[in-house]
């Protein structure tokens, strides 16, 4: 099904304020759902509705809730999102952060207790914007893990995303925002759902064997989803885990902690004002020209073209806004679900 992104963000915040979402968040949230699909990433966009309707429901999520202040101490501030929606509280948290940041050179930021933050790369543009640099460590929780250790068969942790963001005076930010799994959990599920394999390398099955199939993850006997780029990503997950949430929000995945639908992100981060380093404009001019020598390399045999990170994701969105936003039937047949639950029957194409 081809949708515009106009009118798919239209019916996501109409399903939400018929949940009781206020008309504010419900446009937050649903604005920053149809960017995750406009910007390639189906996983982290209108997919999601039926797990957030459901953690309505449930009250695990608290769709009016704000972020809290719990800690001031100079650099550091730790905000409580109080269970309310990450696309709301994980924002309110970011600009008290950059607020910091403006005033003394630097914030480290906890923000606890956020539900679902979505992209992360969005907590990254909305530094960017404000000429910050930002680096995100963020764990997930709630729920069973779903990523085994590397060298492990069983899950131990889950996807833990990671994003740096650097801002560019009048043109796109660099944006490296990468779950720390082989693909993102959202991924299998969208690839499942399609019914098609996922790429070498992404799952293990029970025995820890390599599979392509997605349904490890959906159906027994489960198995898990890898680290990316082996020991080394592994060990970035493990500090997602450690600084997103043992530092920021004292909720890691070890079993000590609640595990249920929920889905809980803890956010360790940091924003600096470049201002506070050589001067906006000498970074920028070193940002700019390492850019153009990335450039100029010569691609290798099956590229195009050296791409910057956060690349991919402009040119998905340029494509999905001229076009639409294809959403796969079986994704579309739970949105409506979960519309339903709500009190909307009727679909929007
Ligand atoms: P991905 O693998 O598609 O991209 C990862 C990064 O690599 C991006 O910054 C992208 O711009 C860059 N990239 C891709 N191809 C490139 C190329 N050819 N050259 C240069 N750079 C390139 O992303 P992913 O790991 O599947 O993550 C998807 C999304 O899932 C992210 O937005 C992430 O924040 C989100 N996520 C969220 C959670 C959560 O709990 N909230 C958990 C996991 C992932």
């Known amino acids: ?11 996501a915040i109409q399903v939400f304020e018929a ?3 206020n008309s504010n968040n419900a446009k937050l949230v649903g604005e920053h759902l149809v960017e995750a699909n406009l910007k390639g990433h189906d996983s982290h966009g209108v997919g999601m509705i039926p797990a957030y309707i459901n953690n309505i429901v449930t009250q695990l999520l608290t769709p009016n809730a704000d972020a809290r202040v719990i800690r001031d101490k100079g650099a550091v501030l730790v905000i409580d999102g109080q269970h309310g929606f990450g696309q709301v509280v994980g924002r309110q948290a970011t600009a008290l952060g950059i607020e910091r940041a403006k005033q003394i050179g630097v914030a480290c930021v906890g923000s606890r207790n956020n539900h679902h933050l979505g992209r992360i790369g969005a907590y990254g543009e909305q530094c960017a914007a ?21 060298g492990g068969r069983e899950p131990r942790m889950t996807t833990n995303p990671f994003c740096v963001v650097v801002p560019r005076p009048g043109t796109w930010p660099i944006v490296l925002d990468m779950a720390t799994s082989a693909v993102a959990l959202g991924k299998v599920r969208v690839a499942y759902n399609k019914g098609v394999d996922v790429p070498d390398g992404a799952l293990i099955d029970h025995e820890g064997l390599p ?7 959906f159906e027994r006997p489960l198995g898990s989803l890898g680290p990316f780029g082996q020991h080394k990503g592994y060990g970035l997950a493990v500090m997602c885990e450690l600084l997103g ?11 000590e902690h609640p595990r249920g639908h929920n889905i809980v992100n803890h956010m360790f ?11 906006l404009s000498t970074f920028q001019h070193e940002v ?20 910057i990170p956060g690349e991919p994701e402009q040119n998905t969105m340029a494509a999905r806004r001229r076009d639409g936003i294809e959403i796969d039937e079986s994704s579309w047949q739970g949105i409506m679900r979960a519309a ?3 009190g909307i029957m009727a679909s929007p194409v």
């Open 340 to 342: 339903s639950r709500v």
């Open 288 to 307: 700019q020209e390492m850019v153009k020598y990335l450039e100029s390399t010569t691609p290798a045999k099956g590229f195009d073209k050296v791409q």
């Open 269 to 279: 981060m940091l924003i600096v004002d470049p201002e506070a380093f050589g001067g």
């Open 245 to 255: 949430g043992g530092l920021a929000g004292e909720w890691t995945a070890q079993p």
């Open 211 to 217: 599979t392509n199939s997605p349904k490890v993850m």
């Open 19 to 21: 949940a009781g979402v």
């Open 1 to 11: 099904m081809l949708i515009s992104a106009a009118k798919l963000t239209q019916f």
């Open 130 to 150: 404000a000429g910050m640099v930002s680096v995100h460590f963020v764990n997930v929780v709630g729920h069973n893990p779903a990523v085994s250790p590397w």
